[in-house]
């Protein structure tokens, strides 16, 4: 079972108090467990579930809603003409589970032409909506991306073989020591190599299973301590490059999703820097609150002097010692410079119309309370709320963690989560889904530059207390001409009091204040 991954807000710590509280609660008999009961049941007998079919109906559906529901696993009516579709969806044996009360707070969008942006005439790939389904699966895969300790390298776990990524294979892994980015690079192979094409799938925060805190902290940052980091600027540049020759799609899901509108934005910035023809670049993201105010504040940040807004004892000390540290200063050099030429008060319109260069795509479930945050840049795209509902074998994530039926509030929970939007496009859910625009939490919006600063001084503390304390780290220390400790402002020996990794202290870290002569890179301007 995938543990899926979410939450990247005060909201998420709300959330996830709640979670805990129930999880801590004293343990019951587990024969009077949902989740046993249910597994017991599914393993013999299917005597006592409570299930429904689920017709929708939906008018003026995608013109090539024949294609796609063609492709999957539901009974499906489709008639109409070209531009006038009715489909008539059949779903047997659904959990009849409560659905969360209220209308859903989302803005249909009958004026815009849903399938002339799903399918974007600037691509050379006939199916667009093929490769968006095998980017949900792919966003999916990168949770699997494990790096061993901060010594270690970065690896791709098994998993079990999906048809959805049949035509793909991993040529890449990408990652961040500092921030917790992690990416995986599947390029097409075979038949869908004739339209060539590579998904750069951006992992989101890891909650349950192998929990990572520096993926908590950046989600305080809203992504932009992951988009604007070495080995997310590294990414950057390489898919700038394939770009030359295919088209390229960078995807991700909850914080993944946000940091894919970043990183994606990045791409297009730096292709626009060289002024060279290339392909398409497009952004797929689910699930994700809207990048444009981290991207607002991230070029305020510039414009006021903070270059990429990490510490200057961090920047100095990746200068010496990080081999992506040089490719980072060239992307950044290359999207940063201009912003120092936009007009005051043109920044949203600046970042519009780099996006606008780009097929920008955000799918979302009606009830997805963490789309809320933030304004997506591109096209959002709203799933029929029925479509989350689990199979009667299947159970929802809040079931699996809490072990009992969550009510609303979990169905609300499984709109979020990877695994109910993996079971929705395995319905078809692309050829249902309508332009919609979510409602913003302004409130949210107006309490993130609080909680970057947070992000940024948990960042530093999880890295120092960590990475910067390892044996490895210390060589690039000690190799330096000078470094400083918490204990010493400048070190030339590391037998001085302080200077050495062979203190008695916890935590001892050490950063490199100058190169040896000869070694490491100015550091960025």
Known sequence: MRWPAAWRSAATLAVLLVAGAAMAQPARDPRSDAGTTQIARCAGTTAGQSLRDLQLQFVRALPYARDILAHHGVRATVSGAAQQIRVELHLRDVRDLALPDGAPPVTYLPGIDGAAVLQDRRSRIPALWRVDAASVVAADRAYDIRDDGPDGALRLEPAEPDAALADYAVVGLHGDRHSGFAALVLEARGAAAR????????????????????????????????????????MVREAADYARRGEVFVTGQSQGGLSAQGVGYLVQALLDSRRAPHRLVHIVSWGASGAQETLLRAMARHRAGAQRGYAPMLERHWAATDPDHATAAE????????????????????????IGRTRAIGYFFEIDIFARGGTFMGQTFAFPTALVLPDECDMTVAELVVGAQAGPFGVRLESHFLKGYRRAVGRGAIALARPARPTRWQWFSDLMPALEDVGDAWLDIIHLANAAATPRHWQGCTASAEWFTQANRVCRADWWPGCGPREPEAEHWCLVRHPAPGRGVPPLR
């Open 195 to 234: 339209d060539p094409h590579r998904i750069y799938a951006i992992a989101g925060t890891h909650v349950f299973e192998r929990t990572d805190l520096r993926g908590w902290a950046s989600g305080l940052t809203m992504g932009r301590a992951q988009v604007l980091s070495n080995g997310a600027l590294r």
């Open 331 to 354: 992307v950044w050099r290359a999207v940063s410079a201009p912003w120092d030429a936009v007009p005051p008060g043109q920044e949203a319109s600046h970042l519009a119309a780099v």
